[in-house]
């Protein structure tokens, strides 16, 4: 799941509906982007509405990165989980095929007694 997430969703913008959104309101004679410029940089949230002095608009979330890092699940990561799930179908072909020859394989051909 970890490979199919990183390679569809990575550096997807998120938008925030409007329920989504956090209201703040500045201090007198400051904007937006004056009080809040420091914790956007720092968070990598969006701010709607950077020039209004009243009411700042900000999304918390701005990328699918930010999520998908919450999950443990990183672009970077993307070869190592493609080769994990790889071995896994393996080792799960591998061991269904060694239990079909254990109970089924190794008695095909053999004659019961009295037939």
Known sequence: ?????????????????????????????????????EFIEMSGARLLNPDAESDCRVCLVSSADQILKGFGIEWGM???????????????????????????GRTRGVKVKGE
């Open 1 to 37: 799941m970890k490979i199919l997430s990183s390679a569809g969703l990575s550096s997807s913008p998120i938008s925030c509906s409007a329920r989504e959104l956090v209201h703040l309101s500045p201090p007198p004679l400051s904007t937006c982007s004056q009080y809040l410029g």
């Open 78 to 104: 993307r070869w190592w989980s493609l080769g994990v799930s790889v071995g896994f179908v393996g080792f799960n072909i591998v061991a269904a095929l060694g239990i079909y020859y254990l109970r089924v």
